[in-house]
Nanobody
Framework: QVQLVESGGGLVQPGGSLRLSCAAS????????IGWFRQAPGKEHEGVAC????????YYTDSVNGRFTISRDNAKGTVWLQMDSLKPEDTAVYYC?????????????????????WGQGTQVTVSS
């Protein structure tokens, strides 16, 4: 079973920044599209940003476009989510997911319910 480990969350004031990391414990991320998702209390998982495995194509949900940046270093087997200008509504547990390279980035991000297994995630709290 694919196991992904998220880290980097924390408490930050509105307008602040955080950088989340996603790494794999049982395989290398290099050959997979990777997405960041979040789940706020009482809500379903929401796609935030997705990146393909090779040419750096990205997809962002409208609410984070221009504030968040997804990137990856295949040599290090790590994917990051740089989050700037954070808002209280960004508060959630953030997760990463892997999918096969043939998957559509938009489909990956828009339909998180297709994924059955989620890791422990990392908590992001934006509050003054």
């Amino acid at each position: 079973q694919v196991q992904l480990v998220e880290s980097g969350g924390g408490l930050v004031q509105p307008g602040g920044s955080l950088r989340l990391s996603c790494a794999a414990s049982t395989f290398t991320l290099t050959y997979y599209n990777i997405g960041w998702f979040r789940q706020a209390p009482g809500k379903e998982h929401e796609g935030v940003a997705c990146i393909d495995n090779s040419d750096g194509k990205t997809y962002y949900t409208d609410s984070v476009n221009g504030r968040f940046t997804i990137s990856r270093d295949n040599a290090k087997g790590t994917v990051w989510l740089q989050m700037d200008s954070l808002k209280p509504e960004d508060t959630a547990v953030y997760y990463c997911q892997a999918d096969v390279p043939s998957s559509s980035l938009q489909t990956m991000c828009v339909y998180p319910h297709q994924y059955d297994h989620w890791g422990q995630g990392t908590q992001v709290t934006v509050s003054s």
